[in-house]
């Protein structure tokens, strides 16, 4: 069973930056496609950032390059890097996974933004 485990959320000022990180482990992890959704207010996620098994990195809109995506293929760790963060990007982040035609999701971890 593929497990997602987030950490590096927290509080943080505006304009402060912060480092998430999603431990993926599993069968066929390696092969997965990984990445980071936020969920701000009410149901809907969005995209922040993917990075592809090929070594494609896809960033989402919202974090208008402030969202930055690693991945360490031996660790089996992805991380994000938020930078210059806004009251707005406050919200629940969450690591998922796409392999074999599933998708799985970490548990997610939260980040506050205010002064």
């Known amino acids: 069973q593929v497990q997602l485990v987030e950490s590096g959320g927290g509080s943080v000022l505006p304009g402060g930056s912060l480092i998430l990180s999603c431990r993926a482990s599993?069968?066929?992890?390696?092969?997965?496609?990984i990445g980071w959704l936020r969920r701000s207010s009410g149901p809907q996620l969005e995209l922040v950032a993917m990075?592809?098994?090929?070594?494609?990195?896809e960033d989402g809109e919202f974090a208008e390059g402030r969202a930055t995506i690693s991945r360490d293929n031996i660790k089996m760790i992805v991380s994000l890097a938020l930078t210059n963060l806004k009251p707005e990007d406050a919200g629940d982040y969450y690591c998922?996974?796409?392999?074999?035609?599933?998708?799985?999701w970490g548990q997610g971890t939260h980040i506050s933004v205010s002064a």
């Open positions: 998922f996974a796409n392999t074999g035609g599933r998708a799985f």
């Open positions: 599993g069968p066929s992890i390696d092969n997965a496609n």
């Open positions: 990075a592809w098994d090929d070594r494609r990195r």
